[in-house]
């Protein structure tokens, strides 16, 4: 007999209207509040140099404050770059990873840089054939100390900046931390022992997946999916960083050497520390 | 009653919220715990290991030996790079000669060079080596000469190929390899790393393993900066890198030498030339490796025979006529020729009938001349001089020769002394045979270790030689008839259609 009035109340519009329509109308409106996720793809198809990393920073700062932005997928296809540039990237997702998932899609190539890069990433991806590795450091040895009439300065360095042993002896301070960012980023499922890793050979994706380097292989779209899985969500939007920074993509001109053609070159156009695969068929550096 | 609706309505609420959020979000991301970058402050760059105490012989030779540095086959390195190595080169009592290419003014050729040498060092050559100067080489090191041979993987040359239109490194490995082929001794074309342990970059190479050798004596590390390996058979390996040091080539290898010596002590190469250079030649034991290397260049002993000529004589020189060797003012003059071409070359000659005791000499008579110096050649095994003008002379390796015309050069080589005879059938013909003393060469004649036959004087016609031959020379045209048979043209060669 109790339950018949509470019965009787619910058949009323006014109380369906209330206590039922009304609150699934706001809540439907308020459920809006919650963003649709998305994946922020950030690309580099370049050289990793003082403008190409600029870019990139920019990119990752808004990934990481961008809540909407719950995940990124980085695509690279790149030699490297620059000691300083690489280095420099490379701890910025360090600390994006540290609030999002971070995943590299390899596309062509992630060779010395491009794998330091790699490195700080949650997991790799790549297309089958792309080409990964060739971790280690390559420098053009400075000029051996010289004096010269007109020119006189205050220490032997001054006009070359340190010592051509120093500097090989620096450049394995620089493979040294190289050596660490991949094996703490890798953990255990670097199946490579140090003399492989430091070999500096490059590998076809799918050797580099047999030696731990990478996590799988197939195409963007399933990366991004695997990015999903990593930040726990699904029925995402994805969105184009480059678009969002104000730096507009940079032009690897700035970096490689052209020649009086007008042709690109593989190779810096100035001397300097390098985290760079430099393919065999230009071996000269400036 | 109104509280439960007030729930209901709640719960409503919240239904599309949630929906929203479990459609698009199935959880938070938890970042690895064990996340970090490397910590670069703990990297620390490696530093040369420490000169070895023990400190390099310091004793001077008193006899200064020649030692050549080749020059003249596109060396790749600068003499400013070797200037502690050459020092203390000179300071152990060597002389340094470098040869440069013969066509530069002045330039004594190798050949000549190698006569009086105790040492050829060649290193980083990429111009090749002809054969002569291989062979020339070969027997050097046959007599006692030193080969000390460095190749290095950072000193190729980069050049354009034209035979295959394209650029790269030309190798000096196979530019040595030709000069070494003799002595079983060959270069890789490679370069030795070690990813493991290695001084301060993978291709600084610590080497421990040493064979058992005068060059390895107290060595416990060495460290090559950037070295080939090197490879041999009949040889011994000197020095040798660990289980971790791998060769370019193959990225694997164990036992992979870098010095090697040839089978008869006389050649050693080395597959690094850093070492040599400052400040490397400071690090580890590398100083005492530099200063074994310099016992082996100045160690050897040099034996010389005639071919080493005018370099055989090793004090003042006295020249000794016999006794019917008349003095004349014809052959007054040639003699002085001699002295000037020994003083030209800072050699004392005097001419005398009392030798000092601690001169060499050289002894001109005629084949029966009772010289008392003749007992020297007793010592000679099947040497018979002519007893007179009809005889025959024997000689070593030569057997039976008419004297008639031929000269006979014999190099004796005592402990106190050094005797030069230059003997033939005549004193005019032993002067006509002392002028290659003045050219420096034996091409002209025939040459057998410590002997040579020259031609000196005219042969005598014993009635075997020209009036037996016909000179009656026919040298008139044949007339045409002559060119065909009697009987006219042959028939025509047969064709296939006939």
Same mark, same amino acid.
């Given at each position: 007999?109790?339950?018949?009035?509470?019965?009787?109340?619910?058949?009323?519009?006014?109380?369906?209207?209330?206590?039922?329509?009304?609150?699934?109308?706001?809540?439907?409106?308020?459920?809006?509040?919650?963003?649709?996720?998305?994946?922020?793809?950030?690309?580099?198809?370049?050289?990793?140099?003082?403008?190409?990393?600029?870019?990139?920073?920019?990119?990752?700062?808004?990934?990481?404050?961008?809540?909407?932005?719950?995940?990124?997928?980085?695509?690279?296809?790149?030699?490297?770059?620059?000691?300083?540039?690489?280095?420099?990237?490379?701890?910025?997702?360090?600390?994006?990873?540290?609030?999002?998932?971070?995943?590299?899609?390899?596309?062509?190539?992630?060779?010395?840089?491009?794998?330091?890069?790699?490195?700080?990433?949650?997991?790799?991806?790549?297309?089958?054939?792309?080409?990964?590795?060739?971790?280690?450091?390559?420098?053009?040895?400075?000029?051996?100390?010289?004096?010269?009439?007109?020119?006189?300065?205050?220490?032997?360095?001054?006009?070359?900046?340190?010592?051509?042993?120093?500097?090989?002896?620096?450049?394995?301070?620089?493979?040294?931390?190289?050596?660490?960012?991949?094996?703490?980023?890798?953990?255990?499922?670097?199946?490579?022992?140090?003399?492989?890793?430091?070999?500096?050979?490059?590998?076809?994706?799918?050797?580099?997946?047999?030696?731990?380097?990478?996590?799988?292989?197939?195409?963007?779209?399933?990366?991004?999916?695997?990015?999903?899985?990593?930040?726990?969500?699904?029925?995402?939007?994805?969105?184009?960083?480059?678009?969002?920074?104000?730096?507009?993509?940079?032009?690897?001109?700035?970096?490689?050497?052209?020649?009086?053609?007008?042709?690109?070159?593989?190779?810096?156009?100035?001397?300097?520390?390098?985290?760079?695969?430099?393919?065999?068929?230009?071996?000269?550096?400036? | 009653?109104?509280?439960?609706?007030?729930?209901?309505?709640?719960?409503?609420?919240?239904?599309?919220?949630?929906?929203?959020?479990?459609?698009?979000?199935?959880?938070?991301?938890?970042?690895?715990?064990?996340?970090?970058?490397?910590?670069?402050?703990?990297?620390?760059?490696?530093?040369?290991?420490?000169?070895?105490?023990?400190?390099?012989?310091?004793?001077?030779?008193?006899?200064?030996?020649?030692?050549?540095?080749?020059?003249?086959? @596109?060396?790749?390195?600068?003499?400013?790079?070797?200037?502690?190595?050459?020092?203390?080169?000179?300071?152990?009592?060597?002389?340094?000669?470098?040869?440069?290419?013969?066509?530069?003014?002045?330039?004594?050729?190798?050949?000549?060079?190698?006569?009086?040498?105790?040492?050829?060092?060649?290193?980083?050559?990429?111009?090749?080596?002809?054969?002569?100067?291989?062979?020339?080489?070969?027997?050097?090191?046959?007599?006692?000469?030193?080969?000390?041979?460095?190749?290095?993987?950072?000193?190729?040359?980069?050049?354009?190929?034209?035979?295959?239109?394209?650029?790269?490194?030309?190798?000096?490995?196979?530019?040595?390899?030709?000069?070494?082929?003799?002595?079983?001794?060959?270069?890789?074309?490679?370069?030795?790393?070690?990813?493991?342990?290695?001084?301060?970059?993978?291709?600084?190479?610590?080497?421990?393993?040493?064979?058992?050798?005068?060059?390895?004596?107290?060595?416990?590390?060495?460290?090559?900066?950037?070295?080939?390996?090197?490879?041999?058979?009949?040889?011994?390996?000197?020095?040798?890198?660990?289980?971790?040091?791998?060769?370019?080539?193959?990225?694997?290898?164990?036992?992979?030498?870098?010095?090697?010596?040839?089978?008869?002590?006389?050649?050693?190469?080395?597959?690094?030339?850093?070492?040599?250079?400052?400040?490397? @030649?400071?690090?580890?034991? @590398?100083?005492?490796?530099?200063?074994?290397?310099?016992?082996?260049?100045?160690?050897?002993?040099?034996?010389?025979?005639?071919?080493?000529?005018?370099?055989?004589?090793?004090?003042?020189?006295?020249?000794?006529?016999?006794?019917?060797?008349?003095?004349?003012?014809?052959?007054?003059?040639?003699?002085?020729?001699?002295?000037?071409?020994?003083?030209?070359?800072?050699?004392?000659?005097?001419?005398?009938?009392?030798?000092?005791?601690?001169?060499?000499?050289?002894?001109?008579?005629?084949?029966?001349?009772?010289?008392?110096?003749?007992?020297?050649?007793?010592?000679?095994?099947?040497?018979?001089?002519?007893?007179?003008?009809?005889?025959?002379?024997?000689?070593?390796?030569?057997?039976?020769?008419?004297?008639?015309?031929?000269?006979?050069?014999?190099?004796?080589?005592?402990?106190?002394?050094?005797?030069?005879?230059?003997?033939?059938?005549?004193?005019?013909?032993?002067?006509?045979?002392?002028?290659?003393?003045?050219?420096?060469?034996?091409?002209?004649?025939?040459?057998?270790?410590?002997?040579?036959?020259?031609?000196?004087?005219?042969?005598?016609?014993?009635?075997?030689?020209?009036?037996?031959?016909?000179? @009656?020379?026919?040298?008139?045209?044949?007339?045409?008839?002559?060119?065909?048979?009697?009987?006219?043209?042959?028939?025509?060669?047969?064709?296939?259609?006939?």
């Amino acid at each position: 007999m109790s339950d018949a009035p509470a019965q009787e109340n619910w058949k009323t519009p006014r109380t369906i209207l209330i206590f039922l329509i009304l609150p699934l109308l706001v809540g439907s409106t308020f459920a809006f509040i919650i963003p649709r996720p998305q994946i922020g793809i950030i690309r580099l198809n370049d050289a990793i140099y003082f403008e190409s990393a600029d870019a990139l920073i920019q990119q990752i700062e808004h990934a990481r404050e961008d809540t909407q932005i719950r995940a990124v997928l980085l695509v690279l296809n790149t030699p490297g770059g620059t000691v300083v540039d690489t280095e420099a990237v490379y701890l910025e997702l360090i600390r994006l990873r540290a609030r999002k998932p971070v995943v590299v899609y390899v596309q062509g190539m992630a060779a010395s840089g491009g794998y330091y890069l790699s490195a700080a990433a949650n997991e790799i991806y790549s297309g089958p054939s792309s080409v990964i590795g060739n971790v280690g450091v390559i420098v053009t040895l400075p000029e051996a100390p010289f004096i010269v009439e007109d020119i006189v300065t205050t220490g032997p360095y001054k006009m070359t900046g340190t010592g051509r042993d120093t500097t090989l002896r620096e450049i394995d301070v620089i493979k040294q931390g190289f050596y660490q960012a991949v094996v703490l980023g890798r953990g255990d499922r670097l199946k490579l022992d140090v003399e492989g890793l430091l070999s500096g050979r490059t590998w076809l994706a799918s050797e580099a997946l047999q030696h731990g380097l990478i996590d799988g292989l197939g195409s963007l779209s399933e990366a991004l999916d695997h990015t999903a899985r990593l930040a726990k969500i699904q029925h995402y939007d994805t969105v184009e960083l480059q678009d969002l920074s104000d730096n507009p993509l940079s032009s690897a001109v700035g970096f490689f050497t052209e020649t009086a053609e007008g042709i690109i070159t593989p190779l810096p156009n100035k001397a300097g520390i390098f985290l760079l695969y430099i393919p065999p068929s230009a071996r000269r550096l400036p | 009653m109104k509280r439960y609706r007030i729930y209901v309505a709640v719960g409503i609420f919240l239904l599309p919220i949630l929906a929203r959020g479990l459609w698009f979000y199935r959880g938070w991301y938890l970042a690895p715990s064990t996340l970090s970058a490397p910590d670069y402050t703990s990297f620390r760059m490696p530093l040369p290991p420490t000169n070895s105490e023990q400190s390099p012989e310091e004793d001077v030779e008193p006899d200064r030996r020649v030692v050549l540095l080749d020059y003249s086959h @596109n060396n790749q390195f600068d003499f400013a790079e070797l200037d502690a190595f050459l020092e203390e080169l000179t300071l152990r009592g060597a002389s340094i000669e470098i040869v440069r290419d013969t066509y530069e003014p002045g330039e004594l050729p190798l050949r000549e060079r190698l006569k009086y040498a105790s040492a050829y060092v060649v290193m980083t050559p990429q111009a090749s080596f002809a054969t002569t100067t291989v062979q020339l080489v070969e027997r050097f090191v046959a007599r006692g000469g030193r080969l000390l041979v460095i190749s290095d993987p950072t000193r190729n040359l980069y050049d354009y190929y034209y035979e295959y239109f394209s650029e790269g490194y030309l190798s000096e490995a196979f530019i040595a390899d030709s000069l070494l082929a003799p002595f079983d001794i060959s270069y890789a074309n490679d370069f030795l790393y070690n990813l493991i342990e290695n001084e301060g970059n993978f291709r600084h190479v610590f080497f421990r393993q040493f064979a058992e050798d005068t060059l390895t004596d107290n060595l416990s590390e060495l460290v090559f900066y950037g070295a080939r390996s090197i490879q041999t058979n009949s040889g011994m390996k000197l020095i040798t890198g660990d289980e971790q040091t791998h060769s370019s080539q193959v990225n694997a290898g164990t036992d992979l030498a870098v010095a090697v010596r040839s089978l008869d002590g006389g050649v050693v190469a080395i597959g690094d030339l850093s070492f040599l250079t400052a400040p490397y @030649n400071q690090v580890a034991d @590398n100083p005492i490796f530099i200063d074994h290397l310099i016992d082996f260049l100045l160690d050897g002993e040099r034996s010389l025979d005639l071919t080493d000529y005018p370099y055989i004589f090793q004090n003042s020189i006295s020249l000794l006529k016999s006794e019917d060797f008349d003095l004349t003012a014809d052959n007054l003059e040639s003699i002085t020729a001699i002295q000037d071409t020994f003083h030209a070359r800072g050699q004392a000659l005097v001419f005398t009938d009392e030798p000092e005791e601690d001169s060499d000499l050289i002894v001109l008579a005629p084949y029966d001349s009772e010289s008392e110096y003749f007992e020297m050649l007793d010592s000679i095994d099947g040497l018979e001089m002519p007893i007179d003008m009809f005889a025959t002379l024997s000689v070593p390796h030569f057997g039976e020769i008419d004297p008639s015309g031929i000269g006979l050069v014999l190099l004796v080589q005592g402990e106190e002394r050094t005797t030069l005879f230059l003997l033939a059938a005549s004193t005019d013909d032993v002067l006509e045979l002392a002028g290659f003393l003045e050219t420096d060469e034996l091409d002209s004649c025939m040459v057998w270790e410590n002997v040579a036959l020259c031609k000196a004087g005219a042969a005598t016609d014993f009635g075997f030689g020209f009036d037996e031959y016909d000179f @009656n020379f026919d040298f008139e045209e044949p007339l045409p008839e002559d060119l065909f048979p009697e009987d006219g043209p042959q028939e025509p060669t047969p064709t296939p259609e006939s």
